[in-house]
């Protein structure tokens, strides 16, 4: 008899081909039963295509075979079969007879019927097997699935619950020893009270249930007993000896915790259907694994006495977020093109900062749940410390596993713009779930050109509805964190995403989003009504910010005496008093305690900075003024030039520039360097020779660009002025600099990408300082006053210049960047020059 199948023929993985074909190839699969073709899906030109064809099959018996055949077509000529292969549709098992019940047979065999299956079958399967049992034992005979779940939640085991009970109890009590002595121990502190907040709510859960499952009582009676540990040890010198063994356990807990909490949430019914599909057990499974091994280390800690670190603890378990592993789907991913905007600073001092931190990571990892407010946003005053703030969160959540993205903007950096939000967003989910991967590879290929969409198109694409698709394999919260999301562009730029976070964003329940930001009119107002959203005030006049303040600038004094080692000073300096008075005066501001440590760090006479600073009281624009006072340069009027030029490079640069750029850019020789000005500059600048130089706040850059704040003193940088003066500089180094073939190509008519050796030219032939230039001359002469000397640079440039130009913006993958400049730059000619305005909207049709 005919028996009737369907295949899904979804796509192929692995494929390696052994030529580079430039055009991608055309492929089908070929499908027959027993020999006889049956079937073909539809051809596909692509080096890893796609078919999702759904055939109709029909088979003979049990014994059919299905063959699979990769089929390449050409153009002219025969296909041929790249690759075959072939399925069994039954599958019989050999058995022996045993016992006395059944005849002794040479033929009896256990037939196997393999087949993947989606989740809502699995379910429909479980809930027939359940009725089906109930109806066996003659107590709820019926097909309604909420009758099944009452049946089942009767007849489970209340000796289970109470179990659970006794075991969370003990062990929740048991974490509370680990967080009290672990108070002060920053690795190991907000994991376990993280931990310990959980696991209270689900012991407050399993009160009120009336049931559980068995792996879970393992699981937590395994947790209890790694916590053993916790009778043995009484004094905080013992944690610490064991502090990097802990630290892994208790981060190991919390991520278990909320694991279970997940877990518990979808009802008894739920879970037991949940059984079948074996994703939940095998992550039970996993952290079983991970405690047993945990607890190895712990006794060989404990037992010799040493302290005993174990790296990569994610390596251990890779519970609820798996890395994209297939390194195809990762190369569909990079045409994501994202960037690059992760935090380079240290997070808060271990001791500071305790409850907003402990309050954060409560509310992003409330229960997932459909109606809960999931955009959390941190505002206040420039340096406040809202970014150290979210690089502890970050690294918390980073240490878990649960960080799905995390980006800093700056205003430095050009990366920092709406459009490439959503897009790096969706690549680090990607690469933090598999399932994610999966989703968002087959928008990428449904959408090719997906990252040239509006955002809100890239929002529903790339994010709703991959992590619609994916819910299901995600267990708990998604952390996303968006810091300083005011030096995101400007106001104007970031409109739509703003509109997009305060009314999109919060339909994605499992994402949790922490946004910090100064409170900008714009944010406010998007924000302040927004009831999913919550608002909370980083207050810096609390009693807890200027205690945190003081703990600061106490350890911060270590580096200071350590410094000026010569000066000898006592191992208390400068003593408690003065301490308390540097306290006051920045008034629960970290930037102006961290800037006026850092002045005291670089100061030649530690004692006269301090009685200078104490002097000048707590006003931020008065102690960069004392910083930049005290490095002597404005008292010579061609040295006050010079040092103002190179501020002005790293304050309105459109990314960060060595000094040996920024000298090529201003102009000056070894001898003027502007390393011998940022030398001087620690405590406001980052910079070594060589590396770029970058204000180590935003607020400095604030301070010296505003007119009211500044425009008196010497190293007030007037934006017109100062950007004409780049411009200028840039288009000498483009005048002087560009010709034709700059990297040497042997021949021009090749693409980029058929140059195998482009990035080792690129680093030869191409200076850091004619990069820059190229790509933003034209953005420094916007807003800049036109003058004869830089119209003659410019003409240089466009009549004589101008295909080199388009040359090397080509080479660097940046000629979008030439087409707006030129637009931009066309706009503002006519202004200035009829003719050249010409010329460059005709140069725009090139
Ligand atoms: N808890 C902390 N522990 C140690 N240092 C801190 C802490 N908070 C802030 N700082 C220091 O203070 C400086 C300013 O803090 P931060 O950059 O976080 O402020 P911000 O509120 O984000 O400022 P802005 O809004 O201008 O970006 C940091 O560079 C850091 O050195």
């Known amino acids: 008899m005919l028996q009737s199948y369907s295949l899904h023929v979804h796509s192929v993985s692995g494929i390696q081909w052994r030529k580079k074909w430039p055009i991608a190839p055309n492929l089908e699969v070929a499908i027959n039963v027993d020999g006889i073709p049956i079937a073909q899906t539809h051809r596909k030109r692509d080096f890893v295509p796609m078919w999702n064809s759904l055939l109709p099959l029909s088979a003979g018996g049990p014994t059919s075979v299905i063959g699979l055949q990769l089929v390449r077509h050409h153009a002219v000529g025969k296909p041929n079969t790249c690759a075959k292969g072939e399925i069994e549709i039954y599958v019989p098992i050999p058995l022996k007879s045993v016992g006395k019940d059944l005849e002794p047979t040479s033929g009896l065999a256990l037939i196997v019927h393999l087949a993947r299956i989606g989740r809502d079958q699995v379910i429909e399967i479980a809930i027939a097997d359940a009725v089906e049992d109930s109806a066996v034992l003659g107590s709820v005979p019926t097909s309604d699935l909420r009758r099944v779940t009452g049946f089942a939640l009767q007849n489970s085991d209340s000796n289970l619950v109470s179990s659970l009970e006794g075991l969370l109890k003990s062990l929740t009590s048991r974490l509370d020893v680990v967080v009290k002595i672990g108070g002060v121990i920053a690795k190991i502190h907000p994991f376990a009270e993280l931990a310990y907040n959980v696991l209270t709510s689900v012991y407050d859960v399993v009160k009120k249930q009336q049931n559980t499952d068995q792996s879970i009582v393992q699981l937590v009676n395994t947790m209890v007993d790694v916590y053993l540990f916790t009778k043995d040890v009484n004094s905080l010198p013992d944690i610490e000896r064991i502090e990097g063994v802990v630290s892994l356990i208790v981060q190991e807990t919390a991520r278990c ?22 994703q939940d057990t095998q992550t039970i499974q996993d952290f079983m694994a991970a405690f047993h091994k945990h607890k190895q280390s712990l006794d060989w800690a404990l037992g010799v006495h040493i302290a005993f670190t174990i790296n990569n603890a994610r390596d251990i378990a890779q519970c609820s977020l798996e890395v994209a592993k297939d390194t195809q789907q990762l190369e ?19 001791g500071t900062r305790c409850d907003i931190l402990s309050l954060i990571i409560t509310e992003l990892t409330k229960p997932v749940s459909a109606n809960s407010q999931n955009v959390f946003w941190l505002y206040g005053v420039a340096g406040a410390g809202k970014s150290t703030i979210a690089t502890s969160i970050c690294q918390t959540f980073n240490a878990l596993g649960l960080l799905g993205a995390s ?9 920092s713009s709406p459009s490439f939000v959503i897009r790096t967003i969706a690549y680090s989910l990607a690469k933090s779930n598999t399932q994610m991967a999966s989703e968002i590879c087959l928008v990428m290929h449904q959408h090719p050109h997906i990252i040239d969409a509006s955002i809100e198109d890239q929002f529903q694409r790339l994010l709703g509805e991959p992590l619609d698709q994916a819910k299901d ?18 106001p104007e730029s970031r409109r739509r995403l703003i509109s997009l976070i305060s009314n999109r964003f919060t339909t994605l329940p499992l994402l949790r989003i922490l946004i910090t930001s100064r409170p900008d009119l714009d944010i406010t107002a998007a924000f302040r009504n927004q009831s999913s959203i919550v608002k909370m005030p980083l207050d810096i006049a609390t009693p807890s910010s200027l205690e945190d303040i003081r703990l600061y600038i106490d350890a911060e004094m270590m580096d200071v005496r350590q410094m000026h080692f010569s000066w000898d000073l006592d191992p208390t300096w400068p003593g408690e008093e003065k301490i308390n008075a540097l306290g006051t005066l920045a008034a629960g501001l970290f930037i102006w305690a961290s800037t006026a440590t850092k002045y005291l760090r670089n100061a030649h006479d530690p004692n006269d900075a301090l009685d200078h600073l ?30 103002q030029a190179c501020l002005a490079a790293v304050v309105l640069g459109k990314v960060p520039m060595s000094d ?10 070894a001898k003027k360097s502007s390393a011998h000005v940022f030398f001087k500059l620690g405590c406001v600048l980052q910079w070594a020779p060589g590396k770029s130089a970058q204000i180590l706040h935003a607020s400095f850059g604030d301070y010296l660009t505003d007119h009211k704040r500044c425009s008196q003193e010497s190293w007030f940088i007037d934006p017109t002025f100062w950007g004409l003066k780049l411009a200028q500089g840039c288009l000498q180094v483009l005048n002087t600099e560009l010709q034709f073939n700059i990297c040497r190509l042997e021949d021009s008519h ?12 690129i680093a030869t032939y191409i200076p850091a300082h004619l990069s820059y230039s190229s790509r933003f001359w034209a953005d420094h002469i916007l807003g800049a006053k036109w003058d004869e000397a830089i119209l003659t640079d410019i003409e240089n440039l466009m009549y004589n210049k101008f295909p080199f130009w388009l040359e090397i913006l080509s080479i660097l993958g940046d000629l979008g960047i030439g087409i707006n400049a030129l637009r931009r730059v066309g ?4 202004v200035n020059d009829l003719k050249l305005a010409q010329y460059i909207s005709s140069s725009s049709y090139i």
């Open 827 to 830: 706009e503002a000619a006519k």
């Open 750 to 761: 090749i693409t980029n990408t058929a140059v195998h050796d482009l990035p080792n030219r």
């Open 332 to 350: 569909i991913l990079k045409n994501l093109n994202p960037v690059k905007m992760n935090s380079n600073r240290d997070g808060c001092l271990p």
């Open 407 to 415: 980006l800093f903007f700056t205003r430095s950096n050009e990366a």
């Open 660 to 669: 040996t750029t920024i000298n090529a850019l201003l102009g000056l020789d």
């Open 473 to 490: 394999h995600i267990h708990g919260p998604i952390i996303i964190i968006l810091d300083a999301l005011d030096e995101c562009s400007d």
């Open 614 to 643: 104490l002097k000048k009281g707590s006003d931020l624009d008065a102690l960069y003024a004392v910083a930049l006072q005290s490095t002597k340069f404005w008292e010579d009027r061609t040295f006050a030039e010079r040092a």
């Open 257 to 278: 915790a909320l694991f279970i909490r997940e877990y518990m949430a979808h009802g008894f019914a739920a879970r037991l259907v949940g059984q079948i599909i074996s």
